[in-house]
């Protein structure tokens, strides 16, 4: 085998699907679309699900794919392992009712032993418990030896995630050599160790799961692979880890470059910020590129947790000003011939960041001196081995106040074996919300944004009777619930006009959506909302 970048293997594998007489679809992106079980895409064929149901019809019976993916579960062990990370590409081919087994496993092979040229003396195929049709496609039709193959139950060969299609699967594994090793005796595939590793999953589906428990054959079985691109990039490039293939490496160097210190040069704590930062800025570079703006919710909550756990290792790292937002840069670049419209919206995912490290940083620092004198307090308060907690009310302060997410702070006063009373966090939280609540409630059925908007002057005229456009005055910009001169770019805000044709949201009745145009700039208006006392939001 050879060594071979990232973007070249990626377009390798969907070209040989394609002579397979597959389509190639572009990655979809990272917000499901139409999807409510998911928050963000997090494999090859979540955004296919609709063609495995028969909810639609697919362009081709055989399509495949690179996909952008995200999974968070494991955020804290991010960069503290080389091997945990938040994004990923995963490299897929799709059959929908069309081919089974046979041709899935045959072409896997065929890849791999063929165009990749992998020796086949390091190759492991495992199987689900009694798939032996999977056991007799292995061994009679692509010919790999039976003592090569490995019978693995439902944890490691049953693919199923939420609710939808399903089923058993066959994976493939390298065997990195006896160096790896955890040296055990029952080291083999299927071991934690670092020796086999598991690279291209065959997904033989023919359930629909109600995610109860509850399996549907499907009529016509489909075919669902999924391989990690980076994963088999490592093993082509002959590195140990994600971190050291050539696309993610430069953008670790730009953060080292930055920050003036060199990864693997015998400091664990530097190398852990360096895979945190290149990591995080991967995935929230992606994300903001597919539409996801930070905030407390949802994914924009992700998106936030990501980029001010990134902000902080930055600050471990020394780096006393913003720089995420110059390292989404190097992202863009290595992803540019993948994903063009990185670059389209390249000015726009810059400032997105930017403004969320601006924001950040400028309360991390306060929010970091009150933390670690409370955890100065707790340790030298607490008795050897007795059980250190942190109050919920400093935790809530930290996250009202000093803009610190809970899982921000649960894992830095981790570092110091000191728990969160999360209780009492929560009771915070939850009182803040009974206070936003009633203020609510005294403001009729407005919403938030009422408290601001009404200290406004004036009322707002309608005029959407008569005009589909107007000429107006802005009367106020409210900005995270306070009033402000300006927008910027990126940023979400309500503009409320002295007059209007935008009609707001009442009597079951959608609110319009249209522009403010005012010079060279341009704000687009999603929704529109009215006060109680009178005043035309609008929202965008
Ligand atoms: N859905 C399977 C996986 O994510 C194969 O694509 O591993």
Redesign the pocket.
């Known amino acids: 085998m050879e060594w071979t970048g990232v973007n070249e293997l990626r377009e390798r594998f969907l070209k040989f699907f394609e002579s397979k007489g597959h389509t190639i679809l572009p990655s979809a992106p990272l917000v499901p679309k139409d999807d409510a079980s998911l928050l963000l895409i997090n494999?090859?064929?979540a955004p296919l699900k609709k063609y495995f149901m028969g909810l639609e019809t697919p362009p081709n019976k055989r399509v495949t794919t690179c996909q952008k993916c995200i999974r968070t579960p494991d955020i804290e062990r991010v960069g503290k392992t080389a091997r945990h990370g938040t994004y990923f590409e995963?490299l897929?081919n799709f059959s929908f009712g069309d081919y089974f087994k046979k041709d899935a496993t045959r072409w896997a092979w065929e890849f791999i032993t063929q165009d990749l040229k992998l020796p086949v003396d390091r190759l492991w195929v495992t199987i689900y418990l009694d798939d032996d049709e999977a056991y007799k496609i292995w061994t009679e039709e692509v010919g790999v030896a039976p003592e090569r193959i490995v019978r693995l139950g439902k944890e490691d060969n049953f693919?199923e995630?939420g609710s939808g299609p399903c089923g058993p699967c066959s994976e493939i594994y390298f065997d990195r050599g006896e160096k790896y090793s955890c040296g055990k005796p029952t080291c083999g595939v299927g071991c934690d160790c670092d020796r086999y590793v598991e690279f291209w999953?065959l997904?033989f589906t023919q359930f629909d799961s109600d995610g109860n428990g509850n399996y549907t054959p499907l009529e016509h079985p489909n075919i669902?692979?999924?391989m990690g691109l980076e994963r088999i990039a490592c093993i082509m490039q002959g590195v140990e880890n994600l971190f050291e293939v050539d696309t993610v490496a430069n953008i670790m160097q730009h953060v080292c470059d930055i920050a003036g210190v060199k990864y693997k040069a015998g400091d664990e704590k530097i190398d852990v910020s360096l895979r945190v930062i290149t990591d995080h800025i991967r995935s929230t570079t992606m994300m903001i590129g597919d539409g996801v703006v930070p905030s407390n919710e949802g994914r924009g909550y992700v998106l936030r947790r990501l980029l001010r756990r990134a902000a902080r290792h930055g600050r471990l790292l020394g780096i006393h000003e913003p720089f995420l937002y110059q390292v989404c840069q190097t992202v863009i670049k290595e992803n540019a011939t993948a994903y063009p419209q990185l670059v389209e919206n390249k000015d726009y995912i810059v400032k997105v960041i930017q403004m969320e490290e601006e924001r950040f940083a400028k309360t991390i620092d306060q929010g970091m001196e009150l933390l670690n004198s409370i955890m100065d307090r707790i340790e030298t308060e607490a008795a050897k081995d007795q059980h250190r907690v942190m109050s919920g009310e400093i935790a809530f302060k930290l996250y009202d106040t000093f803009g610190f997410p809970l899982d921000l702070t649960r894992e830095i006063v981790a570092e110091h074996a000191i728990e969160i009373n999360e209780e009492e966090f929560k009771r915070f939280m939850d009182e803040q919300r009974e206070r936003a609540r009633a203020a609510r409630a005294a403001l009729g059925d407005m919403g938030w944004e009422g408290d601001v908007v009404s200290t406004l002057p004036g009322k707002t005229e309608f005029v959407g009777y008569e005009q589909m456009e107007c000429d107006a005055t802005i009367t106020g910009i409210v900005v995270d619930n306070q009033l402000v001169d300006a927008v910027s770019e990126g940023e979400k805000a309500i503009i409320v006009l002295d007059r209007t044709p935008f009609y707001a949201e009442s009597g079951g009745q959608c609110g319009d959506m249209g522009v403010i145009i005012s010079g060279k700039c341009m704000f687009k208006v999603l929704d529109c909302k009215k006060s109680a006392t009178g005043h035309f939001m609008l929202i965008g």
Do not use: A, L
């Open positions: 494999s090859g064929m995963m897929g693919w995630i999953n997904v669902d692979t999924g």
